[in-house]
């Protein structure tokens, strides 16, 4: 076994009895509100952790992504990265409680801890005494959820003037999460609108949108998913009306197509324009489908040298592997043909609520496969 692997239950360890250095990061970045469009002090949260660490090129760009360098002995350059925005809006009260055991509160888990622990990186390498022939670029990156469609990482991509040669993305939960590979999709919403003026019936049922909407969602349902490649259309809300005496005249349908393929992503999307143009026609109404974000599939391989080591890294530290595909900032990095991963750091509960949950403990463990993975990773490029 290698040192980078058999050195990481050290690395847990030794963080375990630091851990006031990241969780005091995790309890001020989930603080911050960060909604996507909104990050901006939890962005300068992040540069000024930067600069406190004494790194290099420490920038807010265009796009308001923090970033910096620790600088290494080569002109090789490894990519760390976390997203910035949280699902939740600035009215939110963002209070964290810290427990002995767990750390609570909306956002923790996505993505204040992975923004903890990148603020925490340099600190945490001085810590373990862990060096780097390749420079370290790090990236808060804003913009990554919903209509924001991985602004900030596509921003950094297309115009950083460093090549990047390998990334790691850091996601809050769940410990043991691998992704290396990215699903094509497109998420997108269906609107409906009635003529306000029309005179609703006395007999029978008066619907308003929701019966376009409804017959919407049973086509959509009846559209063929093929399962292999591995294809799933996810519907997620239904926005309309606000009492019970009258029909409301809009509604919004939200929803997203996922597969391994793009062509089966593209085919269901046309299916549902379809549906869309034909409702319009049906029953009298205003339809439209609007795109809000798009994704590329792409794979590094279950056999790539990152992925095989880090799943013995998982072992080393007694995590089991979930392998999963990824939307997120990983497929930004497939898009530019840059081998990446992205890990989960911890356990937790309640993702996406407010009483969003993560577990101090295996933090530390989190930490430690991150810290070899970029010691593999090290190695790999100067051995390349």
């Given at each position: 076994?290698?040192?980078?692997?058999?050195?990481?239950?050290?690395?847990?360890?030794?963080?375990?009895?630091?851990?006031?250095?990241?969780?005091?990061?995790?309890?001020?970045?989930?603080?911050?509100?960060?909604?996507?469009?909104?990050?901006?002090?939890?962005?300068?949260?992040?540069?000024?952790?930067?600069?406190?660490?004494?790194?290099?090129?420490?920038?807010?760009?265009?796009?308001?992504?923090?970033?910096?360098?620790?600088?290494?002995?080569?002109?090789?350059?490894?990519?760390?990265?976390?997203?910035?925005?949280?699902?939740?809006?600035?009215?939110?009260?963002?209070?964290?409680?810290?427990?002995?055991?767990?750390?609570?509160?909306?956002?923790?888990?996505?993505?204040?801890?992975?923004?903890?622990?990148?603020?925490?990186?340099?600190?945490?390498l001085e810590i373990l005494d862990v060096t780097f022939d390749a420079n370290l670029i790090l990236v808060g990156t804003t913009g990554s959820l919903g209509p924001g469609n991985l602004g900030g990482m596509r921003f950094f991509l297309e115009n950083t003037r460093e090549p990047?040669?390998?990334?790691?993305?850091?996601?809050?939960?769940?410990?043991?999460?691998?992704?290396?590979?990215?699903?094509?999709?497109?998420?997108?919403?269906?609107?409906?609108?009635?003529?306000?003026?029309?005179?609703?019936?006395?007999?029978?049922?008066?619907?308003?949108?929701?019966?376009?909407?409804?017959?919407?969602?049973?086509?959509?349902?009846?559209?063929?998913?093929?399962?292999?490649?591995?294809?799933?259309?996810?519907?997620?809300?239904?926005?309309?009306?606000?009492?019970?005496?009258?029909?409301?005249?809009?509604?919004?349908?939200?929803?997203?197509?996922?597969?391994?393929?793009?062509?089966?992503?593209?085919?269901?999307?046309?299916?549902i324009e379809e549906i869309v143009e034909e409702t319009s026609v049906r029953d009298d109404c205003e339809t439209s489908l609007s795109v809000l974000a798009r994704r590329k599939s792409g794979d590094i391989g279950f056999r790539h040298p990152f992925v095989r080591a880090i799943?013995?890294?998982?072992?080393?530290?007694?995590?089991?592997?979930?392998?999963?595909?990824?939307?997120?900032?990983?497929?930004?990095?497939?898009?530019?043909?840059?081998?990446?991963?992205?890990?989960?750091?911890?356990?937790?509960?309640?993702?996406?609520?407010?009483?969003?949950?993560?577990?101090?403990?295996?933090?530390?463990?989190?930490?430690?496969?991150?810290?070899?993975?970029?010691?593999?990773?090290?190695?790999?490029?100067?051995?390349?």
């Amino acid at each position: 076994m290698t040192p980078f692997i058999s050195n990481s239950p050290d690395h847990r360890d030794t963080m375990a009895r630091h851990r006031a250095t990241v969780l005091g990061n995790i309890v001020m970045a989930g603080e911050i509100p960060s909604p996507t469009g909104g990050e901006r002090k939890v962005v300068e949260f992040l540069y000024n952790r930067f600069i406190e660490a004494g790194l290099n090129h420490v920038t807010i760009d265009e796009a308001g992504n923090a970033g910096a360098v620790l600088p290494g002995n080569s002109d090789r350059n490894i990519l760390v990265a976390a997203h910035v925005d949280k699902i939740w809006s600035k009215t939110v009260e963002h209070r964290i409680t810290a427990l002995e055991n767990a750390i609570t509160g909306p956002g923790v888990a996505d993505n204040a801890l992975g923004v903890a622990i990148l603020a925490s990186l340099p600190r945490i390498l001085e810590i373990l005494d862990v060096t780097f022939d390749a420079n370290l670029i790090l990236v808060g990156t804003t913009g990554s959820l919903g209509p924001g469609n991985l602004g900030g990482m596509r921003f950094f991509l297309e115009n950083t003037r460093e090549p990047i040669h390998a990334g790691i993305c850091l996601e809050g939960m769940d410990l043991g999460r691998l992704s290396y590979s990215s699903l094509g999709m497109v998420r997108a919403e269906i609107t409906v609108k009635l003529d306000t003026e029309s005179d609703w019936p006395w007999h029978g049922v008066g619907t308003g949108a929701i019966g376009p909407l409804s017959k919407i969602v049973d086509c959509i349902l009846g559209i063929d998913r093929p399962e292999k490649p591995r294809t799933t259309i996810l519907l997620g809300s239904i926005q309309s009306g606000s009492g019970y005496n009258f029909p409301p005249s809009s509604g919004v349908l939200k929803f997203e197509i996922r597969s391994e393929s793009e062509d089966v992503v593209d085919r269901i999307y046309h299916q549902i324009e379809e549906i869309v143009e034909e409702t319009s026609v049906r029953d009298d109404c205003e339809t439209s489908l609007s795109v809000l974000a798009r994704r590329k599939s792409g794979d590094i391989g279950f056999r790539h040298p990152f992925v095989r080591a880090i799943r013995e890294i998982m072992e080393s530290l007694e995590i089991k592997p979930r392998i999963a595909p990824s939307i997120s900032e990983l497929s930004a990095l497939l898009d530019h043909g840059i081998p990446g991963l992205t890990l989960g750091i911890t356990k937790g509960d309640h993702r996406s609520t407010r009483e969003e949950s993560i577990v101090i403990e295996d933090i530390f463990t989190g930490i430690a496969q991150i810290v070899s993975t970029l010691e593999f990773i090290d190695h790999y490029l100067k051995e390349s």
